[in-house]
């Protein structure tokens, strides 16, 4: 297998040599820049991958509601019993876009194995962010590899990567309290 493997990165290496000496300058540069986004967008779609975080806080956790809608949202895709709910962190990545608060990460086993699952809160309503929704479409992918001829999952994969969902808006939306819980102040 390991050889099959390293056949087709040499295979891989070589067709892009060819590729590249019948390419003018311009179409080069071109092919480069292109690449080169698209290296971009992978390193930053493995950096946001769904997972537990537990920081920044929110300065406070979840309130009753919300662990209730968070319940609700989990077991629509996850199993109906919840092994773990994160703490609430503060913000989200910049392509979850600015309307989106807060995030959890919420952990279930499935099938004997433990899934994870990341909400959102955006418009103070939990949800699957888009993120989350992109990263669930790469891992059906991943999970078909496979059963796929590799240039057509090639194909596909990169073209799942382009829909990958970029920043849109403000980076960071002002800093509100999206729980229902009122702060006290520390005495």
């Not at 297998?1 to 019948?22: D, N, P």
């Not at 073209?159 to 509100?176: I, M």
């Amino acid at each position: 297998m390991r050889i099959a493997l390293w056949w087709v990165a040499g295979l891989t290496v070589a067709l892009t040599v060819i590729a590249q000496e019948r390419m003018t300058p311009s179409q080069a540069k071109e092919w480069m820049a292109r690449e080169s986004k698209q290296r971009a967008i992978e390193d930053r779609a493995y950096e946001l991958r769904p997972g537990r975080r537990d920081e920044p806080l929110r300065y406070l956790n979840l309130s009753d509601n919300e662990m209730r809608e968070i319940q609700d949202v989990a077991q629509k895709y996850l199993a109906k019993t919840m092994l773990n709910v994160s703490p609430v962190i503060e913000g989200c990545p910049c392509e979850e876009g600015p309307m989106c608060t807060d995030q959890v990460y919420v952990v279930t086993y499935v099938s004997d194995k433990a899934k994870g699952l990341q909400l959102s809160r955006v418009k103070g309503v939990w949800q699957i962010g888009v993120v989350q929704q992109w990263w669930t479409k790469y891992d059906a992918l991943a999970a078909r590899y496979r059963d796929m001829d590799f240039w057509v999952y090639q194909s596909k994969r990169s073209e799942l990567f382009r829909e990958f969902p970029s920043c849109v808006g403000e980076l960071v939306p002002a800093k509100t309290t999206a729980s229902a819980q009122k702060a006290e102040p520390q005495k």
